[in-house]
């Protein structure tokens, strides 16, 4: 009988801190027999598990994460975490601070740590892949108000969550903030502060007034603009620069989104087919 392979223990994992206002730190791990025995953060910890599940004491109450769970553990309060088979799990983690979820809501967090929500499921997850490419922290950003406005939502049952609301001067007086500001940026609390709203509902009156969201309508500018100096000749690596694009890759990432080619191909592409119909 050939001998059973054993398996090898994983303990993989990333961390980093962004330039987001509110996350602490961003943290990526896949363990298999690794138990995490019974802490406290000074964060609040915004979970979620891609595959696996984990098993967790908060409060003297045990808890458990399966796949279409969003976990949110309160600050300073113990808690520890194991794998519940042997296969381990692999997590998604923010830690964020206090800027969007006050210390009196550590109650009712304790209280209800798992939350069954889909549309929060999804949406933690996209902020994470935001949160994975430097330049697009204006998305990541918007992201992160609309979840926290969707958690308070869930910690707070008896406050009518509202509905978007119209806000067209509000919403002109963005855009013409991200018009300005279109190479350099800006950033969400900025500008909530400069029109005097809560993020969340600045986001918000953007989105409902214009059908896009504050950040993929800067970027689409951003490419509008770039295809205009690629068209002049200009390579791809000064069109980033030029256009308030983090690096190449990140306007090539967005270039190909919404053009459905690189901006080399675009421009050589471009040049070619004008010489060979201007003959």
Do not use: C
């Not at 256009?243 to 080399?264: E, M």
């Amino acid at each position: 009988m050939a001998p059973q392979a054993l398996q090898v223990p994983q303990r993989e994992i990333t961390a980093w801190r962004p330039r987001v206002p509110g996350v602490v730190e961003v943290f990526h791990a896949h363990y298999t027999e690794y138990a995490y025995p019974m802490h406290v953060h000074e964060a609040w910890t915004l979970l979620i598990v891609d595959d696996g599940a984990v098993r967790y004491d908060l409060d003297r109450h045990e808890h458990g994460t399966p796949h279409d769970t969003v976990s949110l553990l309160p600050p300073h309060v113990p808690h520890n975490g194991s794998p519940v088979t042997e296969h381990g799990f692999r997590k998604r983690v923010l830690y964020l601070d206090g800027t969007h979820l006050t210390e009196e809501l550590i109650g009712a967090a304790v209280d209800g740590p798992d939350l069954v929500d889909p549309v929060l499921r999804r949406r933690v997850g996209q902020l994470h892949t935001a949160l994975g490419h430097p330049g697009d922290e204006l998305e990541a950003a918007s992201r992160l108000a609309l979840i926290a406005e969707r958690l308070r939502g869930h910690l707070r049952p008896r406050i009518t969550r509202e509905l978007p609301r119209a806000d067209p001067p509000l919403a002109v007086r963005l855009r013409e903030l991200l018009d300005e500001r279109l190479v350099q940026g800006i950033a969400l609390d900025e500008a909530a502060e400069l029109v005097h709203a809560h993020p969340a509902h600045l986001v918000r009156a953007f989105s409902t007034a214009f059908g896009i969201a504050p950040h993929q309508y800067l970027m689409s500018r951003r490419v509008d603009r770039a295809r205009r100096l690629l068209l002049d000749g200009r390579p791809p690596g000064d069109v980033a620069a030029a256009t308030g694009f983090y690096d190449q890759s990140h306007l090539t990432r967005h270039f190909k989104r919404l053009v459905g080619v690189s901006p080399g191909r675009y421009r050589t592409s471009y040049r070619s087919d004008y010489l060979s119909s201007s003959r």
